[in-house]
């Protein structure tokens, strides 16, 4: 199982980004997917996830600004980020559940399988 995520960068503030995961050597429809980051001296936090069902779920703080999807075509999970804020600041990684999951679920201990991390800065 392979996970790779692109897409990060600096932006400034109020700008967007689209972060992609590509997964190979997995079903990854079947299976809960999950977006995750991480700020220096702070713990990794679940940022958005989409269940085996399709349903998703982010947290607050990023809510009406995030949008996790899967792609049609490939085994490519997005997310896309608009409006960033300089606390969005972080390595994000992307990761799978390795079980069929009927909720999204944000969970560190959840999930199995993650990628290397690609890193956004927010900063004028």
């Known amino acids: 199982v392979q996970l790779v995520e692109s897409g990060g960068g600096l932006v400034q503030p109020g700008g967007s980004l689209r972060l992609s995961c590509v997964v190979s050597g997995y079903t990854y429809s079947k299976h809960c997917m999950g977006w995750f980051r991480q700020a220096p001296g702070k713990e990794r936090e679940g940022v958005a996830s989409?269940?085996?069902?399709?349903?998703?779920s982010v947290i607050d703080s990023v809510k009406g600004r995030f949008t996790i999807s899967k792609g049609n075509a490939k085994n490519t999970l997005y997310l896309q980020m608009n409006s960033l804020k300089p606390e969005d600041t972080a390595m994000y990684y992307c990761?799978?559940?390795?079980?069929?999951?009927?909720?999204?679920?944000?969970?560190?201990?959840?999930?199995?399988?993650w990628g290397q991390g690609t890193q956004v800065t927010v900063s004028s």
């Open positions: 989409i269940s085996s069902e399709g349903s998703t």
């Open positions: 990761a799978a559940s390795g079980r069929y999951c009927y909720r999204p679920r944000l969970g560190v201990a959840e999930y199995n399988y």
